[in-house]
Antibody, heavy 121, light 105 residues
Framework: QVQLQESGPGLVKPSETLSLACGVS?????????WGWIRQPPGKGLEWIGS???????YYNPSLKSRVTISLGTSKNQFSLKLRSVTAADTAVYFC??????????????WGQGTLVTVSS | EVVLTQSPATLSVSPGERITLSCRAS??????LAWYQRKPGQAPRLLIY???TRATGIPARFSGSGSETEFTLTITSLQSEDSALYYC???????FGGGTKVEIK
């Protein structure tokens, strides 16, 4: 069973950069799948942030594109998310997930449990 | 922009009942529609994709149907473990519905 686990600070100050990593087990980030980040602000719905392929090719939500970078790990089987210039509106549970196939427009087949990131001074 | 509206927001039902969750789209869509189940503290689980195909290991009492602007998730013989939030997701347009909370009495 593929497993994903998010890690990173649970508290980030406004205007700083949110950085999260997603560790992957029983699958490799070099497999033929897209890997994605999704978030859910408190009391709101899910929002796709972006996805990355083993080649490093990325797709981002247009509403976040100017502030987001998703990258593959270099020495570990993980991929990461960076969200710059955060505000309170970026407070959310952040999930990482593996898409079902080699397209970013495909179902999210495996998910991590999610990690709450709060933006506050 | 495609908007997915889920209804009802909350459903309180008894074990053994049958329920139908709705996901309505703001425009006619392809069948690239998935349903997920999310329980507190757990990873969301893919239930249905392609509007009606059950994901691996999903019991047959979960079924999906629909097309264009109206999609549904039906759960028969409800069990206590089905208490969760359910989300629809149109993965071609990369958008999610707001969710339906199912509570088992």
């Amino acid at each position: 069973q593929v497993q994903l686990q998010e890690s990173g600070p649970g508290l980030v100050k406004p205007s700083e950069t949110l950085s999260l990593a997603c560790g992957v087990s029983n699958s490799s980030i070099t497999d033929n799948y897209y890997w994605g980040w999704i978030r859910q602000p408190p009391g709101k719905g899910l929002e796709w942030i972006g996805s990355i392929f083993r080649s490093g090719n990325t797709y981002y939500n247009p509403s976040l594109k100017s502030r987001v970078t998703i990258s593959l790990g270099t020495s570990k089987n993980q991929f990461s998310l960076k969200l710059r210039s955060v505000t309170a509106a970026d407070t959310a549970v952040y999930f990482c997930a593996r898409h079902q196939d080699s397209g970013h427009r495909s179902p999210l087949e495996y998910w991590g449990q999610g990690t709450l990131v709060t933006v506050s001074s | 922009e495609v908007v997915l509206t889920q209804s009802p927001a909350t459903l309180s039902v008894s074990p053994g009942e049958r329920i139908t969750l709705s996901c309505r789209a703001s425009q006619s869509l392809s069948s690239s529609l998935a349903w997920y189940q999310r329980k507190p503290g757990q990873a969301p689980r893919l239930l249905i994709y392609g509007a009606s195909t059950r994901a691996t290991g999903i019991p047959a009492r979960f079924s999906g149907s629909g097309s264009e602007t109206e999609f549904t998730l039906t759960i028969t013989s409800l069990q206590s473990e089905d208490s969760a939030l359910y989300y629809c997701h149109h993965y071609n347009f990369l958008t999610f519905g707001g969710g339906t909370k199912v509570e088992i009495k």
